[in-house]
Each structure stands twice: as C-alpha cells, then as structure tokens.
C-alpha cells in the first residue's frame, strides 16, 4: 500500500510540476530580463485581434493521469480483471490527463498591429492582460529578442 502512495503522490508531484507556464504578458518580466536595456517606439494601435496561445503539452498531464488512472484501475477487481482495469484506467485517466494539460496551457492572447511613428507597421502577439483599443498610443519595448506592447 505505501509503494502505491509512493507512486501517486510521485506522479501529483510531476503532474503539478507541468502547471508552470513562462507568460507572454508585458508586465511580467523573468530576473534575466531586469536592467537590460530596451529600445522603445511609439505608434498608434491599428488593429486588435483576439488569439489563442497555445504554450505546448510537455505530456506531464498524460503521464499523471495514466498513473493515477492506472493505479485506480489497479484496485478494480481481481487477476485479469484487476489488470484490464488497470490497463483501461491507465487509458483513461492519459487521456483525460492530456485534456486537463491542454486546456491548462492554453490562454487568451492578443495580436495588437500598431502603426509605428516612422510609418512601419509592427505586429505583436501577447498575453491578453491589458486593453488595447484601436488609436491608442503605445509604446514597443524591445531587447532585441522580446517585444511588448504598453500603454
């Protein structure tokens, strides 16, 4: 019983490690990212369109879910019945495992044009974490890498 524990507690431990997930938000910044210095452009917002930003499965969710599953489906009756249970649970519990992941790494973003002061256009996508209208006047912060677009 105390290896069963062992092993569901394991796989909750993994599958919440597979919960972090780096934002794409233009008031985050990670430590790396701190006094560096940006270079900044002006424009007007163009056009605004809501998107989906998928952040990718790294497959925790299906592994977590086909141990859970597969261990409940392990107390499930006796011999080759505890066994097809098991295999079924297992089944089971990677697909809902999978679904949980995706739906968990999947946030609303934005895809904001914004017409910049030297007459370019510029496009960037980030978390929807902040309002941007259509006439706005926004600021670009770029380090050569990561762009942002802020208010």
Known sequence: MKKVLAIAGLATIIALTGCAVTPNSA??????????????RMGVVESVRNVLID?????????????????????V??????????????????????????????KPGLEITVKLDNGNLAAITQDA????????RVRLLSDGRTTRVTH
């Open 27 to 40: 008031n985050v910044y990670q430590a790396r990212q701190t006094q560096g210095e940006q270079s900044v």
């Open 55 to 75: 952040k990718g499965q790294s497959g925790v969710g299906t592994l977590g879910g086909a141990a859970l599953g597969g261990l409940a489906g392990s107390t």
């Open 77 to 106: 009756g006796k011999g080759n019945g505890s066994v097809a249970a098991a295999i079924g649970g297992a089944i089971a519990g990677g697909l809902i495992g999978q679904h949980v992941e995706q739906n968990m790494n999947n």
């Open 129 to 136: 974490d902040e309002a941007f209208n259509v006439g706005d």
